[in-house]
C-alpha cells in the first residue's frame, strides 16, 4: 500500500508560477514509477507528467512541456511539480499517483491521492 497526499494548489494570475509537492508512505518510495495527472471540470482525467523510479527519466505531455518540471525525493519520499507560465486551460484538480510500470495511462497506476486545485485567473 502506498498513501499519497498532495499539497501547494491554489490560486495563481496567468504567467505565474506553482509547485506541487506529493508526500508518499507506506511501500518504499523508489520502488515507485511516479506520475502527475490532473482533471478540468467536465473532462476526462489526462496525463501530465511521470518519473523513473531513480528520477532519470521524465516525462511530459505536450501541453506542458517545457513549461512544468517533475522531480522527486527519494529521501524525502517526494515528488513535485514545478509549473511555470500558467494559462487558464491549465486549471483542474492535479493528482500524483503511484505504480510499478513506466506508462502514461491512467489505469495502470495502482495508487492515487486526493487531488489538489489549481486555479489559473485570466
Known amino acids: 500500500q502506498v498513501q499519497l497526499v498532495e499539497s501547494g494548489g491554489g490560486l495563481v494570475q496567468a504567467g505565474g508560477s506553482l509547485t506541487l509537492s506529493c508526500a508518499a508512505s507506506?511501500?518504499?518510495?523508489?520502488?515507485?514509477?511516479m506520475g502527475w495527472f490532473r482533471q478540468a471540470p467536465g473532462k476526462e482525467r489526462e496525463f501530465v507528467a511521470a518519473?523513473?523510479?531513480?528520477?532519470?527519466?521524465?516525462r511530459y505531455a505536450d501541453s506542458v512541456k517545457v513549461r512544468f518540471t517533475i522531480s522527486r525525493d527519494n529521501a524525502k519520499n517526494t515528488v513535485y511539480l514545478k509549473m511555470n507560465i500558467l494559462k487558464p486551460e491549465d486549471t483542474a484538480v492535479y493528482y500524483c499517483?503511484?505504480?510499478?510500470?513506466?506508462?502514461?495511462?491512467?489505469?495502470?497506476?495502482?495508487?492515487w491521492g486526493q487531488g489538489t486545485q489549481v486555479t489559473v485567473s485570466s
Open positions: 518519473i523513473s523510479r531513480s528520477g532519470s527519466v521524465r
Open positions: 507506506g511501500r518504499t518510495f523508489s520502488d515507485n514509477i
Open positions: 499517483a503511484a505504480g510499478s510500470s513506466w506508462t502514461t495511462k491512467i489505469g495502470e497506476y495502482d495508487y
